[in-house]
């Protein structure tokens, strides 16, 4: 019924920067909050950053002043604009929507399948 599509990960050196998009199609009634998770290779899975409903973000303390989430309401689309990146960056990056969806009537999360940043040189 409702499915999260991520695009744009890659490969680029260290310094480098990447846009990914996540967008959000099916039977949507509103999307309430989306937000960006990452799992490293032997870590578990963290929050990067998260937007709201109402346009709050807040971010982690290891991407802040490097990472921009952002959203298009009109497109059900949200972004996260990396700058600077580090190694440490590599991750496959989740997109997240809590969402309340036609048929159900009620907040429910969705996970996408995931797009793989890769910062090396």
């Known amino acids: 019924q409702v499915h999260l599509v991520e695009s744009g990960g890659g490969l680029v050196q260290p310094g480098g920067s990447l846009r990914l998009s996540c967008a959000a199609s099916g039977s949507i009634f509103s999307i309430n909050g989306m937000g960006w998770y990452r799992q490293a290779p032997g870590k578990e899975r963290e929050l990067v950053a998260r937007?709201?409903?109402?346009?709050?973000?807040n971010y982690a303390d290891s991407v802040k002043g490097r990472f921009t989430i952002s959203r298009d309401s009109a497109k059900n689309t949200m972004y996260l604009q990396m700058s600077s990146l580090k190694t440490e960056d590599t991750a496959v990056y989740y997109c997240?929507?809590?969402?309340?969806?036609?048929?159900?009537?009620?907040?429910?999360?969705?996970w996408g399948q995931g797009t793989q940043v890769t910062v090396s040189s």
């Open positions: 997240n929507a809590d969402l309340v969806t036609v048929l159900h009537g009620a907040t429910v999360g969705y």
């Open positions: 937007i709201t409903r109402g346009g709050r973000v």
